[in-house]
């Protein structure tokens, strides 16, 4: 693509503003920002009016779910078949640490910060702990795959040997990077990160398979063996991660997708919510959901749809192997982005003043055939850090890690 194209196209889009001062960037860089341009996904664009609520969605329908009384009675055998897979070398894990973590506010990858109060204790450093308990019992390291984006790649992998991978095998250890996207502000206006340069962010959770595959990583699954993969979020630092009892209810129950879930304590509680829809697996957002569905109680008077997803998913590589061309739906999400401004300044801005687009990950589960809720206790297992203080916090979790006996 030349200028001239370039600004045709983005005269008819109404986004001639962003080639305000083209003339004056290096050969190399107008090259760059013409390449930008051509890569734009303008079909994005058309969802920023639409709205996300569910009214074409359903029937829905309550999913297989092992809860926790069952889990404990059968622990030892569930147990057992994951480990034995850990140990043939069939569980691998992603981290998905691609976010950009707008609401902790802090200038590193969010897995460096450091959530300890005596003693430093990064959140990574709390991930490869949890999954070094595996390792120790399973006696084998497990594959462990980092996903980040080219916004925080270098830190986190700088991060990681700085800290000699915190007692994980090195060789076990493998970085992808994600996808990006571009970001537009309320009025669907294109950003600039710098002049010539769009604001990008990372294309949100829902394509780490696909990157992993552009990544090349698919056969690195292949060469290993791995059957499973355990994706999780970054930010919980009471993640369980490649949970044998997990992984064996998951095989056992012959699922080809398994979901960590924690009861919800009250019916409008802010959590995506797993069911079934037309026969398949499915999450519905708690905005998604109304008020009749939110409350809707079994026979024994408990909530009906009760189980809210942690971000702890596991998948049959066969399966995702066979989706990982299927097209995503994409999310328009409002966020913070810096950007720079008409008179060349630039701006942090500290509440959201635009959108992203993002691919998410629970979309993935409607494409899977089944999928397996696995209850767990969220006093265990549920630490996320979202923000400094308050609600899914720095704070709450600091909370939660001592209750768990962890020394901070
Ligand atoms: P969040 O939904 O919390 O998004 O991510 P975020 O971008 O990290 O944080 P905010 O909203 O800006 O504060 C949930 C998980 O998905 C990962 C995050 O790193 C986290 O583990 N994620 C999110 C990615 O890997 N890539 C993305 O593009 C977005």
Redesign the pocket.
């Known amino acids: 693509m030349n200028k001239t194209e370039a600004l045709e196209l983005l005269e008819a889009k109404n986004q001639a503003h962003i080639m305000k001062g083209f003339d004056t960037l290096t050969a190399e860089k107008q090259a760059e920002f013409l390449a930008q341009i051509e890569n734009i996904n303008w079909g994005d664009f058309e969802l920023i009016a639409g709205n996300e609520a569910c009214e074409n969605r359903g029937p829905f329908e309550v999913p297989a779910a092992v809860e926790c009384a069952e889990i404990e009675a059968r622990h030892d055998e569930f147990e057992a078949i994951g480990l034995e897979a850990i140990q043939k070398g069939e569980v691998a894990a992603v ?10 506010g802090f200038d590193l ?3 460096c910060y450091n959530v300890g109060v005596t003693r430093e204790l990064y959140i990574f450093e709390c991930l490869i702990n949890n999954l070094m308990k595996v390792v120790e019992k399973a006696g084998c390291f497990i594959p462990f795959y980092v ?3 080219e916004k925080n790649d270098e830190n986190t992998r700088k991060f990681f040997k700085e800290h000699n991978y915190f007692g994980y095998d090195e060789s076990y250890v493998r970085f992808f990077i ?1 996808d990006m996207a571009c970001a537009v502000d309320y009025n669907g206006k294109l950003l600039l990160e710098e002049s010539g340069r769009l604001a990008t ?8 398979f696909a990157s992993m595959v552009k990544a090349g990583l698919d056969k690195d699954l292949h060469k290993r063996g791995v059957k499973w993969i355990n994706i ?5 630092v009471l993640q369980q991660i490649a949970d044998p009892v997990f992984v064996g209810a998951t095989i056992s129950g012959g699922f080809c997708c398994g979901s960590k879930v924690v009861r919800k304590v009250e019916p409008q509680e802010k959590l995506g919510l797993l069911c079934m829809e037309n026969g398949h697996p499915s999450i519905v957002e708690y905005y998604e959901m109304d008020k009749d569905m939110a409350e809707a109680c079994a026979a024994d008077g408990s909530l009906l749809y009760k189980h809210g997803v942690i ?1 702890n998913y596991l998948f049959a590589v066969e399966k995702l192997e066979e989706i990982v061309n299927n097209n995503m739906m994409v999310h328009v ?1 409002e ?2 982005i810096p950007y720079v401004n008409e008179a060349g300044e630039n701006v942090s801005p500290t509440e959201p003043n635009g959108y ?1 687009f ?4 629970l979309d993935m589960i409607q494409m899977m055939d089944n999928n397996l809720a696995f209850e767990v206790v969220r006093e265990k297992e549920f630490a ?1 850090i ?2 400094l203080h308050g609600v899914d916090s720095v704070d709450s979790a600091r909370e939660l890690l001592k209750l768990n006996g962890i020394e901070l």
């Not at 962010?201 to 780490?208: D, K, L, M």
């Not at 993002?358 to 990950?361: A, F, I, K, P």
Request: proline share 7%; no cysteine.
């Open positions: 981290l998905l640490a691609g976010g950009m973590g707008t609401r902790l990858p969010k897995g996903m980040t984006s994600q962010s990372p294309n949100g959770n829902g394509g780490w999780f979020a970054v930010d919980n971000l999400v966020k913070k992203k993002e691919l998410l990950v996320p979202k923000n």
